[in-house]
């Protein structure tokens, strides 16, 4: 277990919905990353905070938006999602920037 | 931040040591060889990092080369449960240094 929360574990929706994926980081990291794992483009960097401030942009498309709280916990929105965008999405949070990331299980998103 | 190259795949003995390498010829003298592996579909998983000497945890050691083009990870008694893909990344110490995960290679432990 590495204390890094994400949920929902599985959701299936449809095509043009929106939906929020959530992550609670370890205790006390302030640091949370976004990563994109579908089976054809392997683990996608797409986003990192730093006590709340976007720090780090990657591969994150337009119909995406992230943010993190005041309490540190991070919200990946999706938005008209794309038979496409059906994937893993896992969150990581660090205690320092740069270090060791410690990643969530993931949640599996499908589109339909 | 610098690539690596890792081989596909590889396979070891159940019990024996599982020498993972890696090439990181671009490497300049700020970034840092960072191993991570995945165990089907969970999450990525830290194994350990180094920047040039050898390293060693309760999981792995690292292995710099002197010139720190290359790299191996050696577990040192590689069982069922290390069956992942190993990523070797490369990072810089910057602020905004993002972890890039390429292929990785596959390691298959064999009974």
């Known amino acids: 277990d590495s204390g890094v929360t994400q949920t929902p574990k599985h959701l299936i929706t449809a095509t043009g919905q929106r939906v929020t994926l959530r992550c609670s980081p370890r205790s006390g990291d302030l640091s949370v990353y976004w990563y994109q794992q579908s089976l054809d483009q392997g683990l996608q960097f797409l986003i990192q905070y730093y006590n709340g401030e976007e720090r780090a942009k990657g591969n994150i498309l337009e119909r995406f938006s992230a943010q993190q709280f005041p309490d540190l916990h991070s919200e990946l929105n999706l938005s008209s999602l794309e038979l496409g965008d059906s994937a893993l999405y896992f969150c990581?949070?660090?205690?320092?920037?740069?270090?060791?990331?410690?990643f969530g299980e993931g949640s599996r998103l499908t589109v339909l | 931040d610098a690539k690596t190259t890792q081989p596909p795949s590889m396979d070891c003995a159940e019990g024996r040591a599982a020498n993972l390498p890696c090439n990181h010829s671009?490497?300049?003298?700020?970034?840092?060889v960072y191993w991570y592996r995945q165990i089907h579909s969970q999450g990525p998983q830290y194994i350990i990092h180094g920047l040039k000497n050898n390293e060693t945890n309760e999981m792995a050691s690292l292995i710099i080369t002197e010139d720190r083009k290359s790299s191996t990870l050696i577990l040192p008694h590689a069982t069922l449960r290390d069956t992942a893909v190993y990523y070797c990344?490369?990072?810089?110490?910057?602020?905004?240094?993002?972890?890039?995960f390429g292929k990785g290679i596959t390691l298959s432990v064999r009974p």
């Open positions: 671009t490497i300049s003298g700020n970034e840092y």
């Open positions: 990581a949070s660090s205690p320092q920037v740069p270090g060791e990331l410690f």
């Open positions: 990344i490369v990072r810089s110490t910057g602020a905004n240094s993002k972890l890039t």
